[in-house]
């Protein structure tokens, strides 16, 4: 025990001597000694922090301009959730480039939304709050993927506007030995 708590104290010397621009220091109430939180970016909100750190647009040149919508394009299709990936990575590939700056503020609003949420609300399981429904990249990608379950879904396999999906791709197949839902 004696030994982690060492290795505890000279990781956090090695980190409080190292100076990174994204860290900050506070101060705990229970002890004098500042810690060092990592900062969020691109807006992200961190459990530790309160603040949020606004994603810089810079349109000024051609290689901001390329670097921030690399960066846009890689976080829209680098999201983890496949079907947001191919949704909006595609959305974003089409349309990044006749965007101006409110354009791509309120498509970082929209990255910066929980991918959960995010495709229940542009699938119509849920209806969006309120700010969410304001945003025109949202208004225009959840058209996008409303008209594409309209003309590319069968009705039998769709779900009621307003309730989550329960059924799968394989539910016309069903037999006396088939499952009750899903696609097992």
């Excluded at 505890?8 to 060092?36: E, M």
């Excluded at 530790?48 to 301009?65: A, C, N, R, V």
């Excluded at 006749?98 to 354009?103: L, R, T, V």
Aim: net charge positive; with cysteine.
């Amino acid at each position: 025990m004696a030994s982690l708590r060492r290795a505890l104290i000279s990781s956090q010397r090695v980190l409080k001597s190292t100076a990174a621009p994204n860290r900050i220091h506070v101060s705990s109430s229970l002890s004098s000694q500042p810690h060092t939180l990592f900062c969020p970016r691109y807006g992200w909100v961190s459990r530790f922090s309160t603040t949020t750190q606004p994603m810089d647009i810079d349109l000024s040149s051609e290689e901001s301009k390329r670097r921030l919508f690399n960066r846009l394009l890689y976080r829209s299709k680098q999201r983890g959730f496949l079907e947001l990936d191919l949704v909006l990575g595609k959305w974003v590939e089409k349309h990044i480039h006749s965007m101006d700056e409110n354009g791509i503020k309120a498509l970082v609003d929209v990255l910066d939304l929980e991918n959960p949420d995010l495709w229940k609300w542009l699938t119509g399981q849920e209806p969006a709050p309120e700010p969410v429904n304001g945003n025109p990249v949202f208004i225009s990608i959840h058209k996008k993927v409303m008209s594409n379950l309209d003309n590319h879904a069968s009705p039998e396999t769709m779900a009621i506007a307003g309730q989550p999906w329960v059924r799968g791709w394989d539910d016309f197949k069903k037999g006396t030995d088939s499952p009750i839902t899903g696609n097992q």
